[in-house]
């Protein structure tokens, strides 16, 4: 099983850029996927997430900036990113729970620990 991560690079704020994770050897099939962020140093933080329903949640800090979709036919994960900030520099990573869930009405995404398959990671940089 191999998660690839793609899209990330330099912007400028206020750009947008598209970050895909496409799946080999395993089918996402309504399986509950994350997009997970880390800065050197500083601990991972989910950036968004979605179940097998398309229920999403998002960080705060990404709200009504960043969209996480599935296109289950092309195996795929997207994360489009608009209006980037300085503060969205990080590596991204896209992780797999190898499973289904179902968390309408529940406050917080699956975390990170429960993660069975992840990316090797793309690096966004924002300059300002």
């Known amino acids: 099983v191999k998660l690839v991560e793609s899209g990330g690079g330099s912007a400028e704020s206020g750009e947008s850029l598209r ?3 496409v ?3 395993y089918t996402y099939r309504g399986h509950c996927m994350a997009w997970f962020r880390q800065i050197p140093g500083e601990e991972r933080e989910t950036v968004a997430f979605i179940d097998t329903e398309g229920h999403t949640k998002y960080l705060e800090s ?3 900036r960043f969209t996480i979709s ?6 795929t994960l997207y ?3 608009n209006d980037l ?3 969205d ?3 991204y990573y896209c992780a797999s729970l190898g499973n289904y869930c179902y968390t309408e009405g529940t406050p917080t995404p699956v975390p990170g620990e429960m993660y069975s398959y992840w990316g090797q990671g793309t690096q966004v940089t924002v300059s300002s």
């Open 62 to 64: 990404v709200e009504g």
């Open 23 to 25: 799946g080999s050897g």
């Open 79 to 81: 994360l489009q990113m």
């Open 85 to 87: 900030k300085p503060e």
């Open 70 to 75: 599935v296109d289950n036919a092309k195996n």
């Open 89 to 91: 520099t990080a590596i």
């Open 19 to 21: 970050l895909s994770c």
